[in-house]
């Protein structure tokens, strides 16, 4: 808990991400980064020098059979009120529309109902679980699928909806965000998107972990060059 909380702080310091009397939306899919990302704001919490409140959202993509009431459990034992959204973005991927390649649609529907969701229940920032092998992974995808130099933001404004997207993991390994979703229990909900596991993402991910067996840094120069670019949306706010 320590090496998180100290790794979330400081990007969360880097890029003025909380201030004070911020209420945030958490997106919980019951997954590893998003249940380790509740886990480490709600400890943070309790000692930050900016008060700020938390709810946690779980947006139900209509996948029979995912139970997220450990989920629940969890936000009781937290004190971190808890909604689930249902809605039919499941439906409209793979039996209306029957996508071959979900993913892109299936974000945007889940970060409007995401952002929706968090609107009502009265949060002006959503924070997302991503941790830095997602943005080294997107940023590889940007560049080899789209032909450009690419990533998502530490911390995003959408000024139509009036929404501020902050990700507080960016500086946390995904290593070390599974050792910790281990250590701490934590109920993860297994993924039953019929796309999960066979997407280009994780064509990139086996691409990394091959050229790793001899460039042992080479996510942490990648992730290093988005930073000291930098990458636009990734300069660090002056004091």
Not at 78 to 104: H, M, W
Not at 112 to 129: E, M, Q, T
Not at 187 to 201: E, H, M, Q, S, Y
Not at 211 to 229: C, K, P, S
């Amino acid at each position: 808990m320590q090496k998180m909380l100290s790794l979330a702080r400081k990007c969360i310091d880097d890029y003025h991400m909380i201030a004070p009397g911020d209420r945030i939306a958490v997106g919980v899919s019951g997954g590893k980064d998003s249940l380790a990302l509740l886990a480490t704001l709600a400890e943070l919490r309790r000692f930050y020098p900016h008060p700020f409140s938390l709810t946690a959202i779980t947006l139900d993509a209509g996948y029979e059979q995912m139970d997220f009431s450990p989920v629940a459990a969890l936000c009781k034992q937290l004190d971190v009120p808890y909604i689930i959204k249902e809605t039919q973005i499941g439906k409209i991927l793979f039996d209306i529309r029957k996508e071959k390649n979900p993913c892109a649609l299936c974000a945007k529907m889940r970060r409007g109902a995401l952002n929706d969701a968090a609107l009502a229940a009265g949060c002006s920032k959503v924070a997302l679980g991503h941790h830095f092998d997602d943005a080294v992974e997107t940023f590889m995808l940007s560049l080899f699928y789209e032909g450009r130099i690419n990533c998502f933001y530490p911390l995003t404004y959408l000024d139509r909806r009036g929404v501020t997207v902050i990700r507080p993991l960016l500086y946390i390994p995904e290593r070390q965000v599974s050792n910790f979703v281990r250590r701490q229990q934590l109920p993860v909900v297994k993924n039953l998107c019929p796309a999960d596991k066979n997407t280009k993402r994780e064509e990139v991910k086996q691409l990394l972990r091959e050229l790793e067996h001899t460039h042992h840094d080479l996510r942490e120069r990648i992730f290093g060059a988005i930073q000291r670019y930098p990458l636009t949306g990734w300069e660090k706010p002056q004091d």
